[in-house]
């Protein structure tokens, strides 16, 4: 490779200085960025305060923590002491070895340094940047996309060097285990050049095997659990298609923040590309990877526009699709500017492009920077510090056994002020148990006005405390039905109050009963993965724990280790019944078959990858 020659690293240089210069409010920031900032970063405070756990009892009443989401920049982000810098700095250095890997796959391609380093700044000029990055503050999706382009140079350096597939291969599982998004992009994009290779179909099937499937089995500890997921998840998201006109960076505001839909000067150049190939298809047809990148263009233009209706997967909406169709027109923009080197003015016109997008996406990011993000204390962070830090409500990071009904982005903060609170609402998220029953409850609690079903779903869950709006349909509900509610806080946000009603009538997420009345108990829980319930008293009943079943939860007698089944009771939650002299039983968390497979399979895929390297090394060498 060739990376640490001095024309590269000063090229290396320049990008990480315009990266720098765009994205400098961001990095000079003491706050989290983008409004889904807190959920993400409330998974990693959970992480710290209760180290080693596999369920998350603080969220949705409680779901496999990591399991139905990519877990690995959770896990780096976990390294850092200042979780607002580290968030920072990981999607920063992800747009900088992006444009890096664009720039180096290019030099790769053409031998040209400045038309390489032209073609690779044009990824900083891409608008959704600011988008994902500081108005959504989706980090483990800005993080993962680096993988793209270090993916595809790594594919091309293995053709002919398969001991770089001992790279390829994390790098593969890098991007699955980041996002799995990403993850499917880097597949296909790899896949598709495979299919474009000047050989016959068994070599092509043998590139594959050889310089995918290791990176897909190696991720399979993750992977294999998150595709066969428990049959009670339902995943439901709307789909956010672009509008042709926002491709072109019309400022489109979608859901909260500008730019979503919107590459920018790049889509402009991308017809231009289209254009030039079709008029001068003879001239250029001969290119395999010139091929390559005009039909993975057109192919991610199609995903991007909704091509795929209604069959997009569960959380994955088709504008991010942009990102990979911006990696395509960096890299084609590049081998058309060396195809036609010799066109006076041509470079000049795509420079003052570059400079014009470059401004475009400065302005963009400080726009998305100022109005979409916890920049500024009166955002819901500050909002909810200045409040919740000087009230009267019993906070802290213990199970308390009850649950806090929280809306909004109260929930969001209180995920991660409160990673020990438990919560019925918090940060949306694939994977959550039992989601219609969850849906219910939301709808029960602030979108009716029944009394009789918001209180069979506040005993249900456990909830002591619930936070309103004013002059909501559930304020007016909670305050005219005040011999069961007390008003115990109000909270100024923004343009509105909200207010926070005790439950008087309060029912405890664990608890020990029979069919008449409680009976007594007493409970430790310092593990999120451990409860034990100590049984007293010669009467029998049930153990009740408001927890939604999940297949890694089992039960057994805490002195003979006798299993116990788990019954499903209610919406959703469990149950347990002890033996007749049983002194306690105790529900914990163990691996399932899935765990087991993908553990193996990761496994055979280092295997794999080991035994390719080793005989295509020997191939070589004979």
Not at 293 to 311: D, N, Q, R, T, V
Request: with cysteine.
């Amino acid at each position: 490779m060739d990376f640490f020659k001095l024309n590269n690293f000063y090229s290396a240089l320049i990008i990480i200085l315009v990266s720098f210069i765009l994205f400098y409010p961001v990095l000079n920031t003491n706050h989290p960025i983008g409004l889904d900032s807190l959920g993400h970063l409330s998974k990693v405070k959970y992480m710290q305060s209760f180290p080693g756990a596999s369920w998350n009892y603080a969220w949705y009443s409680g779901g496999p923590l990591l399991q139905y989401y990519p877990p690995l920049f959770y896990y780096l982000l976990n390294m850092f002491n200042d979780l607002f810098f580290g968030s920072v700095i990981l999607c920063f250095l992800s747009i900088v070895i992006t444009t890096s890997g664009i720039f180096f796959l290019l030099n790769y391609y053409i031998k040209n340094i400045l038309n390489s380093l032209i073609s690779s700044l044009f990824f900083l000029t891409v608008l959704a940047n600011s988008y994902y990055f500081i108005a959504v503050g989706n980090y483990p999706f800005m993080f993962s996309l680096w993988t793209i382009p270090i993916s595809m140079l790594l594919l091309e350096y293995s053709f002919s060097k398969p001991k770089y597939s001992l790279l390829l291969a994390p790098i593969i599982a890098i991007s699955i285990l980041s996002h799995i998004f990403t993850g499917l992009c880097v597949i296909f994009i790899l896949s598709l050049r495979i299919l474009f290779v000047n050989s016959n179909i068994y070599n092509k099937l043998i590139y594959i095997i050889k310089f995918v499937i290791p990176g897909i089995l190696i991720s399979s500890c993750w992977l294999i659990p998150f595709l066969l997921k428990s049959s009670s998840y339902i995943a439901k998201e709307m789909n956010y298609i672009p509008s042709f006109i926002s491709f072109l960076g019309v400022n489109e505001t979608f859901r909260w923040g500008h730019y979503g839909g919107s590459i920018g000067v790049l889509f402009s150049l991308f017809l231009c590309i289209i254009f030039v190939y079709a008029y001068r298809f003879k001239l250029l047809r001969k290119d395999k990877i010139l091929n390559f990148l005009i039909a993975a263009g057109i192919i991610s233009l199609f995903l991007l526009s909704g091509g795929l209706g209604k069959f997009y997967p569960a959380g994955i909406e088709s504008a991010r699709f942009i990102f990979l169709l911006a990696v395509i027109i960096c890299i084609s923009l590049g081998i058309m500017l060396n195809k036609f080197n010799h066109i006076k003015y041509l470079k000049i016109i795509v420079i003052l492009i570059l400079i014009l997008g470059l401004i475009w996406s400065y302005q963009a990011i400080r726009d998305n920077n100022n109005n979409y993000s916890h920049e500024y204390w009166d955002s819901n962070f500050g909002v909810f510090w200045d409040n919740f830090e000087n009230n009267n409500l019993s906070m802290n990071n213990n199970f308390n056994n009850y649950r806090f009904a929280a809306v909004g982005y109260s929930a969001k903060a209180m995920n991660f002020f409160y990673p020990g609170q438990s919560q019925i609402s918090g940060y949306y998220d694939q994977g959550i148990v039992f989601q219609n029953y969850t849906f219910y409850f939301i709808d029960s609690i602030w979108g009716s006005s029944d009394l009789n079903s918001t209180l069979y779903y506040l005993d249900w869950f456990g909830v002591s405390h619930i936070e309103v709006n004013n002059d909501s349909l559930a304020d007016k509900k909670f305050e005219s039905a005040n011999l069961l509610f007390k008003k115990v806080n109000s909270i100024d946000f923004f343009d509105s109050t909200k207010n926070i009603y005790e439950y008087l009538n309060k029912k405890s997420i664990i608890s020990y009963s029979n069919n008449i009345a409680e009976l007594n108990y007493l409970f430790e829980r310092e593990n999120p993965d451990l409860v034990i319930v100590y049984l007293n008293g010669s009467e029998k009943g049930k153990v009740i724990f408001k927890e939604f079943y999940h297949s890694s939860w089992k039960a057994r007698d805490i002195i003979s280790k006798k299993e116990i089944p788990i019954e499903i009771i209610g919406p959703g939650m469990m149950s347990a019944t002890p033996d007749y002299y049983s002194k306690g039983i105790e529900f914990y968390q163990s691996y399932n078959i899935f765990n087991y497979i993908g553990r193996i399979l990761s496994l055979i895929g280092l295997v794999l990858l080991l035994y390719i390297v080793f005989h295509s090394t020997k191939d070589i060498h004979s």
